[in-house]
């Protein structure tokens, strides 16, 4: 018999879900560019210029589109075929509440930082666009101007709500990364009453969050909790090295210092800044999930610096794939060695912020329809 081909006519409605994003440098993706740096040649001597810079999607805030809120948007759009999912994040590494998103910050690179590190790479790599103002626009005012029907319409009169709205920050707050840099380079602590104060801080703070976040209008406000880096696979405390030895392209008496974190340093850690954080920050979801917040956390706590494997950069992967980006530590001589360092270490790497993605998507799937 022959074949007959039969056609039929169907509506398809395309649905759009409007995914948005801000925060600190876990919510930006901070330790994972695009591109990774490439150093020069050694002559024996010295090492030449490098051959090219790390690239992000924006240097000054090191925000990549392999962060987590990204994945979550792609991984989204994928599973659900009749829907199209637009993403744009503002998230900025050394952003907190206060500084960054409802105020005024200059990035984890300075614009004058940022050019004269593009400036030394090889000449015509890479074309960058660097937003040219001393101080970056603010995180949550960007985001109400995207969304304004109206362009340019300033206060905004209609706005489109945003399906999501996925926002890290605290840790930044806490100062965490500085102190833990400090451990790194000598003994720390976590003295009781600074922790005290910097946690009042963090509370203050966050009790501003809501009506930031308010004039969004996002239905939901997923809110991330900070993966735990301090324990390994047996989730028994890391101890040793958190670097391994550093790259050739940096100076050599950093290989000879021996430097690390004890276990109980890595107990402290935890017991008194990542803990108390993700429990504040679940405390906090909670008391507003009528508002539409979501706590997103739970991530395995068996992957820190020391686990097999792991989830975290460690100080020498972030330096081969960031290069060699200052951060701030201490008083000299750890703020001369720190700058030897990358902003990159001790934070998610993508297998860390895949980790992330599965939670929140998994989040997202049973909130938003």
């Given at each position: 018999?022959?074949?007959k081909?039969?056609?039929?006519?169907?509506?398809?409605?395309?649905?759009?879900?409007?995914?948005?994003?801000?925060?600190?440098?876990?919510a930006?993706?901070?330790?994972?560019?695009?591109v990774?740096?490439?150093p020069?040649?050694?002559?024996?001597?010295?090492?030449?210029?490098?051959?090219?810079?790390a690239?992000w999607?924006?240097?000054?805030?090191?925000?990549?589109?392999?962060?987590?809120?990204?994945?979550?948007?792609?991984?989204?759009?994928?599973?659900?075929?009749d829907?199209?999912?637009?993403?744009?994040?503002?998230?900025?590494?050394?952003?907190?509440?206060?500084?960054?998103?409802?105020?005024?910050?200059?990035?984890?690179?300075?614009?004058?930082?940022?050019?004269?590190?593009?400036?030394?790479?090889?000449?015509?790599?890479?074309?960058?666009?660097?937003?040219?103002?001393?101080?970056?626009?603010?995180?949550?005012?960007?985001?109400?101007q995207?969304?304004?029907?109206v362009?340019?319409?300033?206060?905004?009169?209609?706005?489109?709500?945003?399906?999501?709205?996925s926002?890290?920050?605290?840790?930044?707050?806490?100062?965490?990364?500085?102190?833990?840099?400090?451990?790194?380079?000598?003994?720390?602590?976590?003295?009781?009453?600074?922790?005290?104060?910097?946690?009042?801080?963090?509370?203050d703070?966050?009790?501003?969050?809501?009506?930031i976040?308010?004039?969004?209008?996002?239905k939901?406000?997923?809110?991330?909790?900070?993966?735990?880096?301090?324990?390994?696979?047996?989730?028994?405390f890391c101890?040793?090295?958190?670097?391994?030895?550093?790259?050739?392209?940096?100076?050599?008496?950093?290989n000879?210092?021996?430097?690390?974190?004890?276990?109980?340093e890595?107990?402290?850690?935890?017991?008194?800044?990542?803990?108390?954080?993700?429990?504040?920050?679940?405390?906090?979801?909670?008391?507003h999930?009528?508002?539409?917040?979501?706590?997103?956390?739970?991530?395995?706590n068996?992957?820190?610096?020391?686990?097999?494997?792991?989830?975290?950069?460690?100080f020498?992967p972030?330096?081969e794939?960031?290069?060699?980006?200052?951060?701030?530590?201490?008083?000299?001589?750890?703020?001369?060695i720190?700058?030897?360092?990358s902003?990159?270490?001790m934070?998610?790497?993508?297998?860390?912020?895949?980790?992330?993605?599965?939670?929140?998507?998994?989040?997202?799937?049973?909130?938003?329809?």
């Amino acid at each position: 018999g022959s074949l007959k081909a039969e056609f039929a006519d169907r509506e398809i409605e395309i649905k759009d879900i409007k995914f948005t994003a801000m925060g600190d440098s876990v919510a930006s993706g901070e330790g994972n560019p695009h591109v990774t740096f490439q150093p020069g040649s050694n002559n024996g001597v010295v090492w030449t210029i490098p051959v090219r810079m790390a690239e992000w999607w924006d240097h000054r805030c090191h925000r990549s589109l392999l962060s987590a809120s990204s994945q979550a948007a792609i991984e989204l759009a994928r599973k659900r075929r009749d829907t199209s999912v637009t993403y744009v994040s503002f998230a900025c590494s050394g952003a907190t509440v206060k500084v960054g998103i409802a105020g005024h910050y200059e990035g984890i690179e300075s614009l004058e930082k940022a050019r004269d590190r593009i400036s030394v790479q090889k000449p015509g790599t890479l074309a960058y666009s660097l937003y040219q103002g001393t101080e970056l626009p603010v995180q949550a005012t960007m985001l109400r101007q995207l969304l304004c029907k109206v362009e340019g319409q300033s206060p905004c009169q209609d706005q489109v709500s945003p399906d999501i709205l996925s926002i890290t920050t605290g840790g930044n707050e806490m100062e965490f990364g500085p102190q833990l840099v400090d451990c790194v380079l000598k003994t720390c602590r976590f003295p009781t009453e600074k922790m005290a104060g910097l946690f009042a801080g963090l509370d203050d703070q966050l009790q501003k969050l809501p009506a930031i976040v308010s004039d969004i209008q996002a239905k939901r406000i997923f809110y991330a909790s900070y993966p735990d880096v301090t324990k390994d696979e047996k989730r028994n405390f890391c101890k040793g090295s958190i670097w391994d030895s550093q790259p050739d392209f940096t100076p050599w008496f950093l290989n000879l210092m021996g430097v690390g974190i004890s276990r109980v340093e890595s107990s402290l850690a935890f017991n008194r800044v990542i803990k108390p954080l993700n429990d504040t920050i679940r405390a906090f979801t909670l008391a507003h999930s009528a508002q539409g917040w979501v706590f997103v956390g739970d991530y395995q706590n068996n992957r820190g610096y020391c686990a097999s494997p792991s989830w975290i950069h460690r100080f020498k992967p972030s330096v081969e794939k960031q290069g060699v980006i200052g951060i701030k530590a201490g008083n000299p001589p750890l703020e001369y060695i720190a700058g030897y360092l990358s902003s990159g270490a001790m934070h998610p790497n993508v297998f860390g912020h895949y980790g992330m993605m599965a939670r929140l998507l998994a989040e997202i799937e049973k909130r938003v329809p």
